[in-house]
Structures are given as structure tokens and as C-alpha cells.
């Protein structure tokens, strides 16, 4: 497996549903090409996103679901027009469910023999997670939407006999939720091949922990630190720190190591398999978690109660390599990191984070300063959870922006592209921007701000606020930083 890792790269930051288009969000469909299409054209070889499951309510793609499922709102209409499998005019008038609907009735009434085989293999290949799901989520559907830990006992339980019964009633819409899931696979394999032929590669983004609410832990309760009725009995998080005085209690349930060790790492052999057979490259969230991860009482309301615990180490990562071959991850190492993290990533080769919007606090030994970066790492001028560049300057006092512009050598009249220059120049072999700081954006803009709840990940750009030359300019500066990736080190 060729690893893009190994090269001088640049890439972008946006996630499918960030988007232009005529739907409520992006979709897999034209735009995302066009998008990739801009990419190339501008030297870029990498698009990094954040999880692709199918989320909750609050539309964190970082509490889904699933770990396998695809989130099926992507799912581009106008690209099952182009398929034949939905008319145009049905199109105009119709919800999406009704669209999805519509699309199975054509595809059940007309498919080929050969689209029929490609999805009889969609069914084979996915079987280990995708006929559990449909199920999951057609009873939650059923139920109104309730967690699964609310519902009757033997629903709850996963009595084969009330589920057999359920199969029965409710089949037609366990099919539908399976259809969809292939519309999605479809066509994300279909962009993925668009990308390679492009030479873009696709940089996914993988959560360690998964929702309380996934058909994940109703399907393995004894994976997860669930009670025999499905509460939770501790919780992840994160400890008190300069940032916070009470830490951070996510809520996600934590893993049982030992009973995962008991199965040679299964659950997590086929987490990987589904994401590497859709990416490229992974960012391995919260990868401290890996070596120590904080576990915090589920009746504690604040992270302090919490205390460190051994997670499994380089025993994982080993029994990946032997299932896998080398890994392309990125480990997510950002806030304290101890020795012991560090040792465990170095170990396996994983490129760490550098941000550079935290680089500017404290003293020389920061290691997100350019000075301090190292070619085993990715550097960013924010992530998805930042204020954009240039909201995060224009929130600055005159002393810190003087901080900045002396750290960097450089005055700060051209922001956000100073910052962006300067994680193209850095050692680090791939630089990542995000689209809100090649468009010049500002704090309206933003992806997410961590601890609140409302009007987050909803933000998208449109297609004028892409400058006339754009791609042409930054060709020309990512090939003066080596960054075009034609095997480059």
C-alpha cells in the first residue's frame, strides 16, 4: 500500500458537507468534483475531511451512529438522475426520503443484471457490519429516535426471537435503510476513483471513541462500559488543564481493553477495514488515549473525579500492522503529551499535529512553533474545532499580534495568507489549510466551537468566493515550497 505520508504534500481541509449545492448540505455529487477539480489544477494532492458516519441530531460528525456507516444525507441526487435511477422532475418536487424511496422502486424495476450483481457484492462485502445496522436503525426509527438503552428490554437485549419478528414487519424499510447505504458506497467509491485520477488523495478522520447512541455498542455491550442495562458506568474525557478547571467529560462510553484483547482486536480489525478501504490517509483522534485515557464516573458532572488509565498500547498498533501493513495515520497528539505518547507514536512511524494558531503562547520550547517542527508531522494553521485564521488574529491585542509577527519574522499585513505561508514553508511534510483560510474568511465562518451546541458544523462556502486565478496562484506557490507531491521528501 502506497503511504502519501512518505511525501511533500499540501492539502485542504473541508468537510463534503461544507460544500456548495441546491441541498440542505454537500453532497458526493458534482460539486465534489468540481471541488477536486480545483484541487489538482491547484497543486494540492491531498482533501482531508472529518468522519463520514451517520450522525445525531446536533450533526457532529464525531458522534455517529456508526463507525461503518455512511452518512446517506451525502448521497447526491443529482448523480442517481444521471444514473437513471430518479427523474428530474420527480426530483423538484420531492423530499429526500421520498427521492431514496423513488430510487429503489426504479432500481428493484429496472436494474441491469450487472448492477444487480454490483449490489449483491455491496451486501457480501459489507455483511459483517451493514445487516446489524439496518436493523439498528430501522428500530430506531420505529421507536422515534430513542437511544437504544431506552428501549423495551427484549429490543434492547437483542432477543433473537422479537428481532426475528421485527425483521419480518418492518423488511421493506430494513431494505430501504440497506439500499441507501449502498447509494452511499457507490458513489463514494466513484469520487474516490475521480480523486486518484486527479492525484488526490483522501484524508479521513477517525474518532477513538464511538456514541453511547450507535449500533456499535448495542451490538457489543460487552466491548463497552455498560451496565447489564445498557448505562454507562464510566465515562472518557479529559483532565483539569490550563484550558479548563473542571477537564472536559466527553460522555462516551469506554472500551472494555481486556475483553477486546480476548478477541485478537477484532472490533477494531474491521473499524479499520472499513476506513482504509475508503481512505488514504487517517487522523487517528485523541491518540494520547491510546497509551493513557482518563475515566471519569458516569455520575460525575465534571472531569475531575477522573484518573489515568493503561490503554493497549503498542499491542494494537502491532496487531494492525500484521492484519494491515503499515498504517497511514496521523496521530491527533495535540495538548499535554507525555514522553510515553510521544514514544508510542514514533514507534510506528505516525506524523503528529503542529497548529500554528498555537504556537505563540509560551516560550521558545512550544513545539507548534515553525522553529520546532519536524518532517514526521502535519502542520496546520487551525483544525476544524479553531476559529479561522483570521477571526483568531482579529481577536488578538496589538502586544500578541507584535508576539506573532516576531516569532514568524515577518510583519502580520496579509492575514490570513502570512500564517498560510508559513505552514507551506514549514519542514513538516504535509501542510493542510483550511478552506476558510484560502478564501480569507472570518469568525462567521467557522466549523465548530468545542462546549457549545448550537450552529455548529453547518457552515459552506459558494463557488464566487473562490477568487479568479486562484488555482493558477497557488500552484505557483506550492510548487516554490515543493509541495505538489511529485515525489518530493
Same mark, same amino acid.
Request: proline share 6%; aromatic share 12%.
Given at each position: 500500500?502506497?503511504?502519501?505520508?512518505?511525501?511533500?504534500?499540501?492539502?485542504?481541509?473541508?468537510?463534503?458537507?461544507?460544500?456548495?449545492?441546491?441541498?440542505?448540505?454537500?453532497?458526493?455529487?458534482?460539486?465534489?468534483?468540481?471541488?477536486?477539480?480545483?484541487?489538482?489544477?491547484?497543486?494540492?494532492?491531498?482533501?482531508?475531511?472529518?468522519?463520514?458516519?451517520?450522525?445525531?441530531?446536533? &450533526?457532529?460528525?464525531?458522534?455517529?451512529?456508526?463507525?461503518?456507516?455512511?452518512?446517506?444525507?451525502?448521497?447526491?441526487?443529482?448523480?442517481?438522475?444521471?444514473?437513471?435511477?430518479?427523474?428530474?422532475?420527480?426530483?423538484?418536487?420531492?423530499?429526500?426520503?421520498?427521492?431514496? #424511496?423513488?430510487?429503489?422502486?426504479?432500481?428493484?424495476?429496472?436494474? !441491469?443484471?450487472?448492477?444487480?450483481?454490483?449490489?449483491?457484492?455491496?451486501?457480501?462485502?459489507?455483511?459483517?457490519?451493514?445487516?446489524?445496522?439496518?436493523?439498528?436503525?430501522?428500530?430506531? =426509527?420505529?421507536?422515534?429516535?430513542?437511544?437504544?438503552?431506552?428501549?423495551?428490554?427484549?429490543?434492547?437485549?437483542?432477543?433473537?426471537?422479537?428481532?426475528?419478528?421485527?425483521?419480518?414487519?418492518?423488511?421493506?424499510?430494513?431494505?430501504?435503510?440497506?439500499?441507501?447505504? $449502498?447509494?452511499?458506497?457507490?458513489?463514494?467509491?466513484?469520487?474516490?476513483?475521480?480523486?486518484?485520477?486527479?492525484?488526490?488523495?483522501?484524508?479521513?478522520?477517525?474518532?477513538?471513541?464511538?456514541?453511547?447512541?450507535?449500533?456499535?455498542?448495542?451490538?457489543?455491550?460487552?466491548?463497552?462500559? +455498560?451496565?447489564?442495562?445498557?448505562?454507562?458506568?464510566?465515562?472518557?474525557?479529559?483532565?483539569?488543564?490550563?484550558?479548563?478547571?473542571?477537564?472536559?467529560?466527553?460522555?462516551?462510553?469506554?472500551?472494555?481493553?481486556?475483553?477486546?484483547?480476548?478477541?485478537?482486536?477484532?472490533?477494531?480489525?474491521?473499524? $479499520?477495514?472499513?476506513?482504509?478501504?475508503?481512505?488514504?490517509?487517517?487522523?487517528?483522534?485523541?491518540? &494520547?488515549?491510546?497509551?493513557?485515557?482518563?475515566?471519569?464516573?458516569?455520575?460525575?458532572?465534571?472531569?475531575?473525579?477522573?484518573?489515568?488509565? #493503561?490503554?493497549?498500547?503498542?499491542?494494537? $498498533?502491532?496487531?494492525?500492522?500484521?492484519?494491515?501493513?503499515?498504517?497511514?495515520?496521523?496521530?491527533?497528539?495535540?495538548?499535554?503529551?507525555?514522553?510515553?505518547?510521544?514514544?508510542?507514536?514514533?514507534?510506528?512511524?505516525?506524523?503528529?499535529?503542529?497548529?500554528?494558531?498555537?504556537?505563540?503562547?509560551?516560550?521558545?520550547?512550544?513545539?507548534?512553533?515553525?522553529?520546532?517542527?519536524?518532517?514526521?508531522?502535519?502542520?496546520?494553521?487551525?483544525?476544524?474545532?479553531?476559529?479561522?485564521?483570521?477571526?483568531?488574529?482579529?481577536?488578538?491585542?496589538?502586544?500578541?499580534?507584535?508576539?506573532?509577527?516576531?516569532?514568524?519574522?515577518?510583519?502580520?499585513?496579509?492575514?490570513?495568507? !502570512?500564517?498560510?505561508?508559513?505552514?507551506?514553508?514549514?519542514?513538516?511534510?504535509?501542510?493542510?489549510?483550511?478552506?476558510?483560510?484560502?478564501?480569507?474568511?472570518?469568525?462567521?465562518?467557522?466549523?465548530? +466551537?468545542?462546549? +457549545?451546541?448550537?450552529?455548529?458544523? =453547518?457552515?459552506?462556502?459558494?463557488?464566487?468566493?473562490?477568487?479568479?486565478? $486562484?488555482?493558477?496562484?497557488?500552484?505557483?506557490?506550492?510548487?516554490?515550497?515543493?509541495? +505538489?507531491?511529485?515525489?518530493?521528501?
Amino acid at each position: 500500500m502506497h503511504n502519501p505520508l512518505k511525501e511533500r504534500r499540501a492539502g485542504v481541509l473541508l468537510h463534503p458537507t461544507s460544500l456548495p449545492g441546491k441541498s440542505g448540505q454537500g453532497e458526493l455529487g458534482p460539486a465534489a468534483r468540481r471541488f477536486i477539480d480545483l484541487l489538482a489544477d491547484a497543486g494540492f494532492t491531498v482533501w482531508q475531511m472529518l468522519p463520514l458516519g451517520p450522525p445525531h441530531a446536533d &450533526r457532529s460528525p464525531y458522534q455517529c451512529l456508526s463507525v461503518h456507516a455512511g452518512n446517506v444525507e451525502l448521497v447526491s441526487l443529482e448523480d442517481l438522475v444521471s444514473d437513471g435511477w430518479l427523474a428530474a422532475t420527480f426530483m423538484e418536487g420531492a423530499s429526500r426520503e421520498e427521492c431514496f #424511496d423513488k430510487s429503489r422502486e426504479v432500481f428493484e424495476r429496472s436494474a !441491469t443484471a450487472t448492477e444487480k450483481e454490483v449490489y449483491r457484492e455491496f451486501r457480501e462485502m459489507h455483511a459483517y457490519w451493514l445487516e446489524d445496522y439496518v436493523v439498528y436503525q430501522a428500530i430506531r =426509527c420505529v421507536l422515534g429516535n430513542i437511544p437504544w438503552h431506552q428501549w423495551p428490554i427484549s429490543l434492547r437485549n437483542r432477543e433473537e426471537a422479537v428481532l426475528k419478528s421485527f425483521r419480518l414487519k418492518y423488511h421493506a424499510q430494513i431494505e430501504q435503510g440497506r439500499f441507501e447505504q $449502498f447509494l452511499f458506497f457507490k458513489q463514494w467509491a466513484a469520487l474516490r476513483c475521480y480523486a486518484h485520477g486527479r492525484g488526490v488523495h483522501l484524508f479521513g478522520d477517525m474518532p477513538i471513541y464511538v456514541a453511547h447512541d450507535s449500533a456499535d455498542v448495542w451490538l457489543n455491550r460487552e466491548l463497552f462500559s +455498560t451496565d447489564s442495562n445498557g448505562e454507562l458506568e464510566v465515562v472518557g474525557g479529559v483532565p483539569p488543564d490550563y484550558f479548563s478547571a473542571t477537564g472536559q467529560r466527553w460522555g462516551n462510553p469506554l472500551y472494555r481493553w481486556d475483553s477486546i484483547k480476548a478477541e485478537d482486536y477484532a472490533w477494531w480489525l474491521d473499524r $479499520f477495514r472499513t476506513q482504509l478501504a475508503m481512505f488514504d490517509i487517517i487522523r487517528l483522534d485523541h491518540f &494520547r488515549g491510546f497509551e493513557k485515557y482518563w475515566e471519569i464516573p458516569a455520575s460525575s458532572k465534571t472531569a475531575v473525579e477522573g484518573h489515568w488509565v #493503561d490503554g493497549p498500547g503498542a499491542e494494537l $498498533f502491532l496487531r494492525l500492522e500484521q492484519e494491515f501493513g503499515e498504517l497511514p495515520l496521523v496521530a491527533e497528539d495535540l495538548g499535554l503529551i507525555t514522553p510515553e505518547v510521544d514514544a508510542l507514536r514514533r514507534q510506528f512511524g505516525f506524523p503528529g499535529m503542529k497548529i500554528l494558531q498555537f504556537a505563540f503562547d509560551g516560550g521558545p520550547d512550544n513545539p507548534y512553533l515553525p522553529v520546532n517542527h519536524e518532517p514526521l508531522s502535519v502542520v496546520y494553521t487551525g483544525t476544524h474545532d479553531n476559529d479561522t485564521t483570521l477571526g483568531w488574529y482579529e481577536s488578538l491585542d496589538s502586544e500578541r499580534r507584535q508576539a506573532v509577527s516576531a516569532a514568524i519574522g515577518q510583519p502580520l499585513d496579509d492575514m490570513p495568507w !502570512t500564517l498560510n505561508r508559513v505552514a507551506f514553508a514549514s519542514v513538516a511534510r504535509l501542510a493542510v489549510i483550511p478552506m476558510q483560510d484560502l478564501l480569507g474568511l472570518g469568525s462567521e465562518s467557522r466549523m465548530n +466551537t468545542p462546549g +457549545t451546541g448550537d450552529g455548529n458544523w =453547518c457552515w459552506r462556502f459558494d463557488w464566487p468566493q473562490v477568487p479568479a486565478g $486562484f488555482a493558477r496562484q497557488l500552484r505557483a506557490l506550492l510548487e516554490q515550497y515543493k509541495r +505538489t507531491g511529485n515525489g518530493q521528501s
